[in-house]
């Protein structure tokens, strides 16, 4: 049986610049969570979703993740307004987090994400840091849904990366059994990646560069 496909393109092909500060809404976790409270209350359950970017790099996939302050790591995306859907919101986030701000030279280079297959469901089922790949049994109404999805690159573009926060492209072996550095979410992306041929069909291109951007 044949592996699905995926379009993964060496990250020698993308350019990295910097664009103002994107501070964190929330100063700490308890305003983060006083924060779903009050959308909960009022819009019912936050919807999020967040970008798997795979490159290539030692004909080997990576993963494009942010860091925030030299701390936390994290998939690119954000939470959706209400009425927004999955794709459009997403492609919203990515533009705002790592899209080019408007510059006639560069005005295609943040435009073009093209967002693919679901896959996976993240639920929150209470007002706390938990997240879980189902809703458990005793929960009638979670607080959050987080999808992650498949955004598939163009071999060039050009990310704007804020300037309090670092691009790294981090090898799909690292997560695997680290949930204790990066967390559960992160540490189960090689199992959902295993229904592609990125493993056996990568273009044999030697990079020039390490991982991290």
């Known amino acids: 049986m044949s592996l699905e496909a995926v379009n993964v393109h060496p990250l020698s092909g993308y350019s990295f610049i910097e664009r103002e500060s994107q501070p964190e809404e929330d100063n700490s976790v308890t305003a983060r969570l006083k924060r779903l409270e009050d959308q909960y209350a009022e819009s019912g359950i936050r919807r999020s979703v967040e970008a798997i970017m795979l490159v290539n790099v030692h004909d080997f996939p990576h993963v494009l993740v942010l860091q925030v302050a030299n701390a936390f790591y994290k998939l690119p995306g954000g939470y959706l307004d209400p009425v ?32 693919g297959d679901l896959l996976g469901t993240w639920w929150r089922p209470n007002y706390d840091t938990f997240y879980y790949p189902y809703i458990p049994a005793h929960i009638s109404q979670p607080k959050e849904c987080k999808k992650l999805y ?29 949930a204790a550095r990066y967390g559960p979410q992160f540490a189960g992306i090689p199992y959902i990646l295993s229904k592609y041929g990125i493993y056996h069909q990568l273009p044999a291109e030697t990079e020039a560069h390490g991982g991290k951007r």
């Not at 859907?85 to 295609?108: A, C, K, M, Y």
Request: hydrophobic share 40%; net charge negative; no cysteine.
């Open 150 to 178: 498949l955004v598939e690159l163009p071999p060039n573009k050009t990310f704007a990366v804020p300037v309090n926060m670092k691009l790294h492209a981090i090898p799909v072996y690292e997560f695997y059994d680290n």
């Open 84 to 115: 927004e859907s999955d794709s459009s919101g997403l492609i919203t986030r990515l533009n705002e987090q790592l899209g080019v701000p408007f510059t006639p030279s560069l005005i295609h280079a943040g435009g073009d994400w093209k967002v």
